[in-house]
């Protein structure tokens, strides 16, 4: 399953989606999301993860999850530990998923 092809006017590509996680192609670089470090990405639909972008080269943005990633954090991710709110205050804030994708 691809989002679209390689290519030079290809930055971000969704490759794969799996029952474990999520496989990215940025910038002739591939990366594998797994559920256990990036939950936010599980149980949604093919079209809201495919629907991934690449703003100013080094920032991944899922529109339709409201979920921000910097390269770094899928090349570093033990400088980025995961906080998750609880659905009482993600329900009571009206941050949305964002706050738990920081």
């Known amino acids: 399953m691809k989002s679209s092809r390689h290519g030079k006017s290809t930055s971000v590509s969704v490759e794969n ?12 670089k591939e990366y594998f999301l797994g559920y256990k470090d990036y939950p936010y990405f599980k149980d949604q639909t093919l079209g ?12 991944l943005y899922w529109p339709d999850l ?22 009482k205050s993600l ?10 994708a920081r």
């Open 66 to 87: 409201d979920v921000d990633l910097e390269i770094d954090n899928l090349e570093n991710p033990e400088k980025y530990p995961l906080k998750f709110e609880s659905k």
């Open 48 to 59: 809201s993860i495919q629907n991934v972008q690449l703003l100013h080269g080094y920032h």
């Open 17 to 28: 989606i799996t029952p474990f996680g999520i496989w990215l192609y940025v910038k002739e």
């Open 91 to 100: 329900t009571s804030h009206s941050t949305g998923r964002r706050a738990a």
